[in-house]
């Protein structure tokens, strides 16, 4: 799409709009000339290119062939002429801007991770009639660099304790309806194992009463169980374990993050690379039922800085879906969230922050085969395979004291020896020989509060939605809660899965959500 050229110099740093209001259509229309010309340009691109006022390559000396001596004095007599009737200024070279957001958008999503996209595909998938409503999400890393989707290990398991978080991992099923054609995500359909110390073998048991209340195949093991599935497994000090026997395993993240980026944008899903600076909103002031005063706020305009360049463009929306991951603390304080006195609901802040989360990728030949489950181990640590060549992939969320600076994403390698390949080679033997071949380390959506998600509007910024703080399991939830506000936003509350215990208003009351199985 063609749109005027930015002007320099612009005095608010707002980028030019284009002349045309809405993408596809076209975007020639009124010029003002500043040699007094008034009128419609509706003149082809070719005429311009035969008419502009200055030649680039000869310094606007001569529009004519070089060396045609009478000729040249008639070219610049025409030229004269037509100059003089051409509104000089206001000719401003045309330049691709389809880049640019569109000046208003229904729904603004920042952050264009799993989560935001996911949400994009339930609002247009359940949009009535279709094409109502216009959905733009704005990411400002095309590249994914740091987001937690790309840089997770891509496991999905019902295993929680919590009935809400079982379901939206059942839900995930819907993973296979996304793509069309068929989009191959790399599935390994491999269930869980946890397995349970003497101290943690009752929660266990209670656990998986309720996963198999909620549908989900778990089946309990004793040790002796586990040692003739899992011949590898060392079983010293498991009192318990539990396996998960349908709809588990991992995936490939990146390929789902393609699968539906594609997806959503065949749907008609605007994108936007550029970062969410600022917020517009307007304010009214009320009392609450207990006769607090508070104010409300309506976010109405969202400034999106384009990539590489100091300008912003503003986008008029109706409501912001906060997506932005281990960032959405910042994006609501943004938008005015926490900003009050402590211990008010206006004081309260969305307690969700970055937390760095190390992976390490290791070779063993001697390491377990085909049949390795997700492992749990009871300290903490995890491992899975990862390919068919004896390599595998794992690591272990450190205690808050040694949580590590979220300033990098840099990976401390004594980490690995120190707390994750201990309690591994005592688990699986065989692991005494591995070599590490690399590591990365990705940053969680850590919500400080109970480490479970955060979906649904704020009470006060009354249209900002929040689907954010999952704390190291979004990537399996990400369906489920997509749908879940999509829901909430059409219909204003939810359908599939009652997901109210996850509103924002938990932090005031202080309810916490008790899920046992934070890995
Ligand atoms: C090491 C690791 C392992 C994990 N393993 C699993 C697992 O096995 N199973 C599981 O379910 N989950 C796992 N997770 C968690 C899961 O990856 C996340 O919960 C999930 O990906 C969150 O998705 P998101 O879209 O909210 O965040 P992200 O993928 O981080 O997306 C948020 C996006 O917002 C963008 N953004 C931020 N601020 C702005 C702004 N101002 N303007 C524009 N854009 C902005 C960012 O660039 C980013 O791309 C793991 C995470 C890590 C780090």
């Keep these: 799409m063609l749109r005027r050229a930015l002007q320099p110099g612009l005095s608010r740093g707002v980028l030019g709009r284009g002349l045309g209001t809405h993408r596809g259509r076209s975007t020639l229309g009124k010029v003002e000339g500043s040699g007094g010309y008034r009128g419609s340009w509706v003149a082809p691109v070719s005429s311009y290119v035969t008419f502009r006022t200055r030649d680039p390559t000869h310094d606007g000396k001569t529009v004519g062939r070089l060396g045609e001596g009478d000729q040249n004095g008639k070219v610049s ?6 100059q003089s009737v051409l509104p000089r200024g206001a000719w401003n070279p045309l330049r691709d801007t389809s880049y640019l957001p569109p000046e208003h958008s229904d729904v603004v999503i ?43 290990v ?56 309720v996963q198999r209340q909620e549908g ?19 079983t010293e000090g498991v009192a318990l374990a539990s396996y998960g026997m349908e709809h588990e395993g991992w995936f490939d993240p990146w390929c789902l993050l393609q699968g539906l980026r594609r997806k959503v944008q065949s749907m008609g ?30 976010i109405h305009e969202v400034h999106v800085k384009m990539d590489r360049s100091l300008e912003y463009q503003p986008v008029e929306c109706a409501l912001v879906i906060n997506a932005a991951g281990a960032w959405s603390g910042q994006i609501a304080e943004l938008a005015g969230v926490g900003k009050g006195p402590p211990g008010t609901l206006q004081g309260t802040q969305l307690p969700v922050e970055l937390r760095k989360r190390y992976v390490y990728l290791w070779h063993c030949p001697q390491g377990p085969g085909l049949e390795t489950p997700f492992v749990i181990d009871a300290s903490g640590a995890y491992f899975r395979r990862e390919g068919l060549g004896n390599n595998y992939l794992g690591g272990c969320s ?44 990705g940053y969680y959506d850590y919500n400080t509060f109970d480490q479970n998600g955060v ?16 704390s190291g399991h979004g990537l399996q939830q990400a369906p489920a809660v997509g749908r879940a506000v ?21 932090f005031y009351l202080g309810e916490k959500v008790q899920e046992h199985n934070i890995i």
């Design 77 to 82: 007599e025409i030229k004269k002429k037509i």
């Design 398 to 441: 450190p205690t808050e004291e040694e949580e590590p600076d979220p300033g990098n994403l840099e990976v401390d390698h004594d980490f690995f020896q120190d707390k994750v390949w201990p309690p591994l080679a005592q688990r699986v033997p065989a692991f005494e020989t591995l070599k590490v071949r690399s590591a990365w380390a």
């Design 216 to 234: 989900a195949k778990v089946c309990l093991m004793s040790p002796e169980q586990l040692r003739n599935k899992f011949p590898w497994i060392n």
């Design 486 to 506: 999509a829901e909430m936003v059409l219909d204003g509350h939810f359908r599939t899965i009652n997901l109210s215990p996850f509103l924002f208003n938990r």
């Design 110 to 152: 920042v952050g264009g991770g799993v989560i935001g996209l996911s949400v994009a595909y339930w609002l247009k998938r359940l949009e009535k009639p279709q094409g109502a409503i216009r959905v733009l999400v704005v990411e400002r890393d095309h590249m994914y660099s740091q987001a937690s989707t790309a840089l997770s």
């Design 269 to 298: 899903v605007l994108f936007c690379h550029g970062e969410v600076t600022r917020f517009v909103s307007s304010s009214s002031h009320t009392e609450t039922t207990s006769g607090e005063e508070v104010t409300l706020r309506r």
């Design 154 to 209: 891509g496991g999905i398991r019902q295993q929680f304790s919590v009935p809400e978080n079982i379901q939206l991992s059942l839900f995930s099923e819907y993973l296979a309806v996304v793509d069309d054609p068929p989009l191959d995500i790399q599935f390994n359909p491999s269930g869980y194992l946890l397995l349970a110390s003497e101290k943690g073998a009752a929660v266990m048991e209670s656990n998986v009463k």
């Design 455 to 470: 979906v649904g509007p704020h009470p006060l910024v009354v249209n900002m939605y929040f689907a954010t703080g999952f």
